[in-house]
């Protein structure tokens, strides 16, 4: 065994890239196989098992019985709880178990409420050797404890204490009579021994002290960890089969043995193999093979099958591979319009192979978790497509098996992985039977996977009214509209048939009526133009939303449109103002004639209103142009007033800043549609109306603000650039610089240039830099 | 007076002379150790010193989140053995830290308690050294950040520097991709940069050649060095490995073997340049391989780290960078010699400015 050497050691060497291609945490997934509902408890907590990092949690999983007070519970041969004798083995210290020994009131009080100080008070010698064996292993136990602080570079074992713990344990040892307690003096004095790193005393120790023949319990098995570990340095074959013996043996070892043993070359294993006792332990081996990153479990489970198919490990390495199954076949993101299965896992020759391991565990009258097999080889036959097989299979599994709630699900299951078209009809079906069906209906994961599923279909049928509104309330995406989406939705609310109840579930659950879809589609429309400055097409869209609905809606009549969003945003004297308390409305003051309803159609009107003015009367053109450059950079991705056409979150009333990071988290089954990659803006519209304003322009003070804002709108062209923080050498487009130099040049003498000067920093630096 | 003038006349011609041809050092060579142990053969040992090697990136320890205990622990740590170079040797302490345990740490106390724990046992650690040995000025992190942990690692950086004052330099590792979009990754708050030139083909595809280094990927990636804020030095490639492909997905890497392995060994079947199948379960290089499982294996070419150099050179303008060679092993001495080691380092050396 000349390579033996802890497998999490050398798996973390091999490689300074980690590959978690299985056990990636944050591959989401449908899981529609219960794997913790094993038949043995203490393997659940295996099912997470990965080399050097330990174990999973999980609130199923038992703890392993604690094997150690159940040693201790023969030996007393009462009626003891264990909860006693845990508060007296772990929990109290050496003072108070010091105490308890000499001071019999002090026993007395506690004996009261503890059964094992109860038999302490009855019989005298077991309170003294007990208690004395107690101390002993307190001591013992402080220099266990210690080394186990990975951070503290000082947290040391102490080899003198140690050395004199060994020398007492040995003296108690020749002199105790107590079989029981012998035999735990003896696993003390070995693990000294261990810990002082004396290899030749471990072995010489063991076999003293346990030599050929002796009972093989609890004690006996911690000791031949020790001796194992001693092996396992001196590359011993028998290392790792004594590893093997102690797994079987104490469930509460697993996972250390675990992580002792491992093989680098096939000799090694095969020697140690040969030297196992019982095929158990081979299964061991197997096990821990098929534990391994990137092991082929198939394979580890086929070699356990063949010589142990009760073992409880078979269920264990079946459960995780159908974990790593349907993290593959059932992803919660989907790279395309491609129904579940996902990843062609129903043309994976391994999950044939399984299934057939699967379908003879099943079929073995000699196995008792029979539905275990019986369900994994439904699921496995679900996701290869055959669907007939694993529904017969499913069918049989009674109400009252352990598995029955999970094969009515995994019937569901197979009904939305059969669908090859989805029609009216069976889309009907499918809804009511998941509205309505007890076992199925607050399953929450199905709920989910039928919206995928739906989705899926529904898009690969170009019908992407009804995959949207299966997904989606109308306004869950209302900053990304879409002309086609919109327009298809339109299509399906007219077409729709409310007969059907899917279709009127999309209707009525996700618009309320056919008249307020349409409304909610006639704004969204009227929006979508707005926000590109197609006013006439605004206005024609708004015009349709009927009354009621321009009265209810919070997003046709914006809080944003009401005050503020003429507002010069120059300098920043109303950064702590809300919007509210902002009184800049002049420009409905100064022309009365203009639309006051504050809503999306008197917005979009006001627009249309001073472009026409701006037309009509070029003595104030420039002033008209300058006023539509404001609003429309209020309305960008800096400006104070997003929400007023952009359906934006607000910042508590007070302005909305537009994120560059805000990525829409949306069902990935809709990846690579454009409606959902990202929020339409464009500096130009503002751009253009400041451009036109400097052109038409007498004023130098208005020309200076013009530039001034022009610079503004330019900053807005790489959004990603200016909100980086990090970011000390910002670039900006060619407009940016030549609109500061324009200002510099030839309007330092205006008192708007004075105010930018003393009130903002990128000019302040551009005119020092310049 | 003539003797002065002529000694004016020397020293203005030394001046003169060397203002015209500055006499420029190689930049330096450095490598990075990458093992449980530091335990440096003689033929290591004498490798370095053809190199007039001074300086050694040395993995301490890694840092892992540990899901039973719920928190950041160091693992695999360095156990000191043997290095004597017989003169002093810098030694940078380098902590790889998993982005996924980055992503698991509550901010900001969570991180916080991470530095201070790292800060305590790298001291610990550093005060066992030979003061007479080896110095240590510089600490190096190495962790692939994404957006999602960029701000837990940007603040344990800054934890550290306030809990390790004794330290002069902090360096990190970059890699191409945070260069090119290093205002989207943002740049961790250190003193100095290492790119890691390699690993930077597509594991996964399956007509990728060489993963640890494809030169046609890579110069999709050198842009921004002329205006990236931090000084970077280079780090290449002095490895090889296998990946391993299980029904054609990627399973992981097995590190230093080589064709010539495979070749020699009847478990193994060649279907193609570099590519094998697996004929019968087995051991490989201490990792159970599964027959039909298939093996890529990849290694580096003396061309294209002369190759490699001359593209960096190019990106990086009239910046100058050292090279720190990854990693040290004497399997990789056996492979690469010193000659092409210096000429990669010489042909970095600026022109003369006549």
């Given at each position: 065994?000349k390579?033996?050497?802890?497998?999490?050691?050398?798996?973390?060497?091999?490689s300074?890239?980690?590959?978690?291609?299985?056990?990636?945490?944050?591959?989401?997934?449908?899981?529609?196989?219960?794997t913790?509902?094993?038949?043995?408890?203490?393997?659940?907590?295996?099912?997470?098992?990965?080399?050097?990092l330990?174990?999973?949690?999980?609130?199923?999983?038992?703890?392993?019985?604690?094997?150690?007070?159940?040693?201790?519970?023969?030996?007393?041969?009462?009626?003891?709880?264990?909860?006693?004798?845990a508060?007296?083995?772990y929990?109290?210290?050496?003072?108070?178990?010091?105490?308890?020994?000499?001071?019999?009131?002090?026993?007395?009080?506690?004996?009261?409420?503890?059964?094992?100080?109860?038999l302490?008070?009855?019989?005298?010698?077991?309170?003294?050797?007990?208690?004395?064996?107690?101390?002993?292993?307190?001591?013992?136990?402080?220099?266990?404890?210690?080394?186990?602080?990975?951070?503290?570079?000082?947290d040391?074992?102490?080899?003198?204490?140690?050395?004199?713990?060994?020398?007492?344990?040995?003296?108690?040892?020749?002199?105790?009579?107590?079989?029981?307690?012998?035999n735990?003096y003896?696993?003390?004095?070995?693990?000294?021994?261990?810990?002082?790193?004396?290899?030749?005393?471990v072995?010489?120790?063991?076999?003293?002290?346990?030599?050929?023949?002796t009972?093989?319990?609890?004690?006996y098995?911690?000791?031949?960890?020790?001796?194992?570990?001693?092996?396992?340095?001196?590359?011993?074959?028998?290392?790792?089969a004594?590893?093997?013996?102690?797994?079987?043996?104490?469930?509460?070892?697993?996972?250390?043995c675990?992580?002792s043993?491992?093989?680098?070359?096939?000799?090694d294993?095969?020697?140690?193999?040969?030297?196992?006792?019982?095929?158990?332990?081979?299964?061991?081996?197997y096990?821990?093979r098929?534990?391994?990153?990137?092991?082929?479990?198939?394979?580890?489970?086929?070699?356990?099958?063949?010589?142990?198919?009760?073992?409880?490990?078979?269920?264990?390495?079946?459960?995780?591979?159908?974990?790593?199954?349907?993290?593959?076949?059932?992803?919660t993101?989907?790279?395309?319009?491609k129904?579940?299965?996902?990843?062609?896992?129903?043309?994976?020759?391994?999950?044939?192979?399984?299934?057939?391991?699967?379908?003879?565990?099943?079929?073995?009258?000699?196995?008792?978790?029979?539905?275990?097999?019986?369900?994994?080889?439904?699921?496995?036959?679900?996701?290869?497509r055959?669907?007939?097989?694993?529904?017969?299979?499913?069918?049989?599994?009674?109400?009252?098996?352990?598995?029955?709630?999970?094969?009515?699900?995994?019937?569901?299951?197979a009904?939305?992985?059969a669908?090859?078209?989805?029609?009216?009809?069976?889309?009907e079906?499918?809804?009511?039977?998941?509205?309505?069906?007890?076992?199925?209906?607050?399953?929450?994961?199905?709920?989910?996977?039928?919206?995928?599923?739906?989705?899926?279909?529904?898009?690969?049928?170009?019908?992407?009214?009804?995959?949207?509104?299966?997904?989606?309330?109308?306004?869950?995406?209302?900053?990304?509209?879409?002309?086609?989406?919109?327009?298809?939705?339109?299509?399906?609310v007219?077409?729709?048939?409310?007969?059907n109840?899917?279709?009127?579930?999309?209707?009525?659950?996700?618009?309320?009526?056919?008249?307020?879809?349409?409304?909610?589609?006639?704004?969204?429309?009227?929006?979508?133009?707005?926000?590109?400055?197609?006013?006439?097409?605004?206005?024609?869209?708004?015009?349709?939303?009927?009354?009621?609905?321009?009265?209810?809606?919070p997003?046709?009549?914006?809080?944003?449109?009401?005050?503020?969003?003429w507002?010069?945003?120059?300098?920043?004297?109303?950064?702590?103002?809300?919007?509210?308390?902002?009184?800049?409305?002049?420009?409905?003051?100064?022309?009365?004639?203009?639309?006051?309803?504050?809503?999306?159609?008197?917005?979009?009107?006001?627009?249309?209103?001073?472009?026409?003015?701006?037309?009509?009367?070029?003595?104030?053109?420039?002033?008209?142009?300058?006023?539509?450059?404001?609003?429309?950079?209020?309305?960008?991705?800096?400006?104070?007033?997003?929400?007023?056409?952009?359906?934006?979150?607000?910042?508590?009333?007070?302005?909305?800043?537009?994120?560059?990071?805000?990525?829409?988290?949306?069902p990935?089954?809709?990846?690579?549609?454009?409606?959902?990659?990202?929020?339409?803006?464009?500096?130009?519209i503002?751009?253009?109306?400041?451009?036109?304003s400097?052109?038409?322009?007498?004023?130098?003070e208005?020309?200076?603000?013009?530039?001034?804002?022009?610079?503004?709108?330019?900053?807005?062209?790489?959004?990603?650039?200016?909100?980086?923080?990090?970011?000390?050498?910002?670039?900006?487009?060619?407009?940016?610089?030549?609109?500061?130099?324009?200002?510099?040049?030839?309007?330092?003498n205006?008192?708007?240039?004075?105010?930018?000067?003393?009130?903002?920093?990128?000019?302040?630096?551009?005119?020092?830099?310049? | 007076?003539?003797?002065?003038?002529?000694?004016?006349?020397?020293?203005?011609?030394?001046?003169?002379?060397?203002?015209?041809?500055?006499?420029?050092?190689?930049?330096?060579?450095?490598?990075?150790?990458?093992?449980?142990?530091?335990?440096?053969?003689?033929?290591?040992?004498?490798?370095?010193?053809?190199?007039?090697v001074?300086r050694?990136?040395?993995?301490?320890?890694?840092?892992?989140?540990d899901?039973?205990?719920?928190?950041?622990?160091?693992?695999?740590?360095?156990?000191?053995?043997?290095?004597?170079?017989?003169?002093?040797?810098?030694?940078v302490?380098?902590?790889?830290?998993?982005?996924?345990?980055?992503?698991?740490?509550?901010?900001?106390?969570?991180?916080?308690?991470?530095?201070?724990n790292?800060?305590?046992?790298?001291?610990?650690?550093?005060a066992?050294?030979?003061?007479?040995?080896?110095n240590?000025?510089e600490?190096?992190?190495?962790?692939?950040?994404?957006?999602?942990?960029?701000?837990?690692?940007?603040?344990?950086?800054?934890?550290?520097?306030?809990?390790?004052?004794?330290?002069?330099?902090?360096?990190?590792?970059i890699?191409?991709?945070?260069?090119?979009?290093?205002t989207?990754?943002?740049?961790?708050?250190?003193?100095?940069?290492?790119?890691?030139?390699?690993?930077?083909?597509?594991?996964?595809?399956?007509?990728?050649?060489?993963?640890?280094?494809?030169?046609?990927?890579?110069?999709?990636?050198?842009?921004?060095f002329?205006?990236?804020?931090?000084?970077?030095?280079?780090?290449l490639?002095?490895?090889?490995w296998?990946?391993?492909?299980?029904?054609?997905?990627?399973?992981?890497?097995?590190?230093?073997l080589?064709?010539?392995?495979?070749?020699?060994d009847?478990?193994?079947?060649?279907?193609?340049?570099?590519?094998?199948?697996?004929?019968?379960?087995?051991?490989?290089?201490?990792?159970?391989?599964?027959k039909?499982?298939?093996?890529?294996?990849?290694?580096i070419?003396?061309?294209?780290?002369?190759?490699?150099?001359?593209?960096?050179?190019?990106a990086?303008?009239?910046?100058?960078?050292?090279?720190?060679?990854?990693?040290?092993?004497?399997?990789?001495v056996?492979?690469?010699?010193?000659?092409l080691?210096?000429?990669?380092?010489?042909?970095?050396?600026?022109?003369?400015?006549?």
């Amino acid at each position: 065994m000349k390579k033996l050497i802890l497998v999490f050691l050398a798996s973390l060497l091999s490689s300074n890239i980690s590959f978690t291609c299985w056990f990636d945490d944050s591959a989401v997934h449908y899981s529609f196989f219960d794997t913790e509902e094993l038949s043995d408890p203490t393997m659940i907590l295996f099912l997470d098992y990965e080399a050097g990092l330990g174990l999973g949690y999980s609130e199923k999983a038992k703890d392993a019985e604690d094997a150690n007070l159940s040693d201790w519970k023969k030996y007393l041969k009462a009626k003891v709880s264990e909860t006693d004798l845990a508060a007296l083995i772990y929990t109290m210290t050496y003072d108070e178990i010091a105490k308890l020994q000499k001071d019999r009131i002090a026993l007395s009080k506690a004996a009261a409420g503890n059964t094992v100080l109860a038999l302490w008070l009855s019989d005298t010698a077991l309170k003294k050797n007990m208690g004395n064996y107690l101390l002993f292993a307190k001591k013992c136990e402080e220099q266990a404890l210690k080394g186990s602080d990975y951070w503290n570079e000082d947290d040391k074992k102490d080899l003198n204490q140690l050395k004199k713990l060994s020398d007492e344990g040995q003296k108690v040892y020749n002199k105790e009579k107590d079989k029981f307690l012998k035999n735990r003096y003896a696993f003390q004095v070995i693990r000294a021994a261990f810990y002082m790193q004396k290899n030749d005393d471990v072995l010489s120790l063991f076999d003293r002290f346990f030599p050929k023949g002796t009972e093989e319990n609890y004690i006996y098995f911690r000791a031949l960890e020790l001796k194992a570990g001693v092996q396992r340095i001196r590359q011993d074959d028998e290392a790792a089969a004594n590893y093997a013996r102690v797994f079987v043996n104490c469930p509460d070892r697993r996972n250390s043995c675990l992580n002792s043993f491992s093989f680098t070359n096939s000799d090694d294993w095969n020697a140690s193999l040969k030297l196992c006792r019982s095929n158990e332990e081979k299964a061991v081996f197997y096990t821990m093979r098929g534990l391994q990153p990137n092991a082929s479990m198939i394979e580890e489970l086929e070699e356990i099958s063949a010589i142990a198919p009760e073992s409880p490990m078979m269920e264990l390495l079946a459960a995780r591979y159908i974990r790593q199954v349907q993290q593959l076949a059932f992803p919660t993101y989907v790279s395309e319009a491609k129904t579940y299965p996902q990843n062609d896992m129903e043309k994976s020759e391994n999950l044939r192979r399984f299934k057939n391991l699967l379908k003879k565990m099943a079929e073995n009258k000699s196995i008792k978790n029979r539905h275990f097999w019986s369900l994994a080889d439904a699921y496995c036959g679900l996701i290869l497509r055959d669907f007939n097989a694993a529904n017969q299979t499913l069918a049989a599994i009674p109400a009252n098996s352990t598995y029955y709630a999970q094969a009515q699900t995994l019937l569901y299951v197979a009904k939305l992985l059969a669908l090859t078209n989805l029609d009216a009809e069976s889309a009907e079906k499918l809804w009511v039977e998941i509205q309505e069906n007890e076992k199925i209906k607050y399953n929450e994961t199905l709920i989910q996977f039928f919206k995928d599923v739906f989705s899926l279909h529904y898009q690969k049928q170009a019908d992407i009214a009804r995959a949207y509104l299966t997904y989606f309330n109308p306004y869950d995406n209302k900053g990304r509209l879409d002309l086609n989406l919109l327009e298809a939705l339109e299509k399906f609310v007219d077409n729709c048939n409310l007969k059907n109840k899917y279709d009127a579930f999309l209707i009525e659950g996700r618009y309320g009526s056919i008249s307020e879809a349409k409304n909610i589609l006639n704004e969204q429309k009227g929006v979508y133009y707005l926000q590109r400055n197609m006013l006439d097409k605004a206005i024609e869209c708004f015009s349709k939303c009927d009354e009621q609905h321009k009265k209810v809606s919070p997003y046709f009549e914006s809080l944003y449109l009401n005050k503020s969003i003429w507002f010069e945003s120059v300098i920043h004297p109303y950064f702590n103002v809300a919007i509210a308390e902002q009184n800049v409305s002049f420009l409905y003051e100064k022309y009365p004639e203009l639309k006051r309803d504050f809503n999306l159609l008197s917005y979009a009107q006001t627009l249309k209103a001073l472009e026409t003015k701006a037309a009509n009367e070029p003595a104030k053109a420039a002033e008209y142009y300058y006023l539509l450059g404001i609003a429309w950079y209020n309305t960008g991705v800096q400006g104070w007033h997003r929400p007023a056409i952009y359906y934006s979150e607000s910042n508590e009333g007070n302005y909305a800043w537009w994120s560059a990071d805000d990525k829409l988290e949306s069902p990935k089954v809709f990846k690579g549609y454009d409606w959902l990659s990202d929020r339409y803006y464009t500096p130009d519209i503002a751009g253009s109306y400041f451009e036109k304003s400097l052109k038409s322009s007498g004023n130098d003070e208005l020309k200076a603000k013009a530039l001034y804002m022009l610079a503004k709108v330019e900053k807005t062209r790489d959004l990603e650039q200016t909100q980086n923080i990090w970011n000390d050498t910002p670039q900006y487009s060619k407009r940016y610089y030549e609109a500061f130099k324009d200002l510099k040049s030839n309007f330092a003498n205006t008192a708007f240039y004075k105010d930018i000067l003393r009130e903002c920093t990128d000019f302040g630096d551009y005119v020092n830099r310049n | 007076m003539k003797f002065n003038s002529f000694l004016q006349l020397l020293i203005l011609g030394i001046f003169f002379w060397a203002g015209c041809s500055p006499k420029k050092e190689n930049p330096a060579i450095a490598f990075y150790h990458w093992k449980a142990e530091m335990d440096i053969s003689q033929a290591e040992m004498d490798y370095m010193d053809s190199l007039s090697v001074r300086r050694l990136y040395v993995r301490f320890f890694d840092v892992l989140f540990d899901k039973e205990r719920q928190t950041a622990v160091p693992v695999s740590q360095l156990d000191w053995k043997f290095f004597d170079m017989g003169r002093k040797m810098e030694i940078v302490p380098v902590v790889f830290i998993t982005n996924s345990c980055m992503g698991k740490l509550a901010y900001p106390q969570g991180v916080d308690s991470l530095a201070k724990n790292m800060s305590e046992k790298l001291r610990s650690m550093i005060a066992k050294l030979d003061t007479v040995r080896f110095n240590v000025k510089e600490l190096q992190l190495d962790c692939d950040w994404t957006l999602e942990t960029q701000s837990n690692y940007f603040k344990l950086i800054e934890d550290l520097k306030k809990y390790m004052p004794e330290i002069s330099k902090f360096s990190a590792t970059i890699r191409l991709h945070q260069v090119k979009y290093f205002t989207t990754t943002g740049v961790p708050p250190v003193d100095e940069g290492v790119l890691m030139f390699y690993n930077m083909g597509d594991i996964g595809k399956d007509k990728e050649k060489n993963s640890i280094l494809n030169l046609q990927k890579a110069k999709t990636y050198l842009e921004n060095f002329d205006v990236y804020p931090l000084k970077l030095d280079i780090a290449l490639p002095l490895f090889s490995w296998a990946v391993q492909f299980r029904e054609n997905k990627v399973l992981q890497l097995i590190n230093d073997l080589s064709a010539d392995d495979l070749d020699r060994d009847l478990n193994f079947k060649k279907l193609e340049e570099n590519r094998y199948l697996v004929l019968n379960s087995c051991f490989i290089k201490g990792i159970y391989v599964y027959k039909n499982d298939q093996l890529r294996t990849e290694g580096i070419k003396e061309a294209d780290l002369m190759k490699s150099v001359k593209l960096l050179k190019k990106a990086f303008g009239s910046k100058s960078f050292n090279l720190i060679f990854y990693h040290l092993d004497d399997h990789i001495v056996k492979q690469f010699k010193p000659n092409l080691i210096k000429s990669l380092s010489g042909n970095l050396q600026a022109k003369p400015q006549i």
